[in-house]
């Protein structure tokens, strides 16, 4: 709130003006995680220990993704698992997206 005096004729007046900010929902920030696991071994990874809400909402995984020679990967119980293609060994790159509820973010595991 703030207070404003309007002067006239040397009468002066003061009101108080009250300003109420309405909050709006921000996007999750999700982070980019590492992980490893051996050849033809399932992996899961807990990606969202680094991944915040300036509102505190709740966060989930909404999808995951990684290209099909790297292998297949699954959310179970807000959780990745992680399957690599058989006998695929090298850098994979999952993508994978947080949620509020509302509001979306990507991050990627490599």
Same mark, same amino acid.
């Given at each position: 709130?703030?207070?404003?005096?309007?002067?006239?004729?040397?009468?002066?007046?003061?009101?108080?003006?009250?300003?109420?900010?309405? =909050?709006?929902? &921000?996007? =999750?920030? *999700? !982070?980019? &995680?590492? *992980? #490893?696991?051996?050849?033809?071994? *399932?992996? #899961?990874?807990?990606?969202? +220990?680094? &991944?915040?809400?300036? &509102?505190?909402? !709740?966060?989930?995984?909404?999808?995951?993704?990684? =290209?099909?020679?790297?292998?297949?990967?699954?959310?179970?119980?807000?959780?990745?698992?992680?399957? +690599?293609?058989?006998?695929?060994?090298?850098?994979?790159?999952?993508?994978?997206?947080?949620?509020?509820?509302?509001?979306?973010?990507?991050? !990627?595991?490599?």
């Amino acid at each position: 709130s703030f207070t404003y005096i309007v002067t006239s004729g040397g009468v002066s007046e003061s009101t108080t003006v009250n300003v109420d900010v309405t =909050p709006v929902n &921000d996007a =999750p920030v *999700a !982070k980019d &995680d590492i *992980a #490893t696991t051996q050849e033809d071994t *399932a992996v #899961t990874i807990d990606v969202l +220990p680094n &991944d915040t809400d300036a &509102d505190g909402d !709740k966060l989930s995984v909404e999808s995951a993704s990684v =290209p099909k020679e790297q292998g297949t990967v699954e959310v179970v119980n807000g959780k990745l698992v992680f399957t +690599p293609a058989e006998n695929f060994n090298g850098d994979a790159e999952i993508t994978y997206t947080v949620t509020d509820g509302q509001l979306t973010d990507e991050a !990627k595991v490599t």
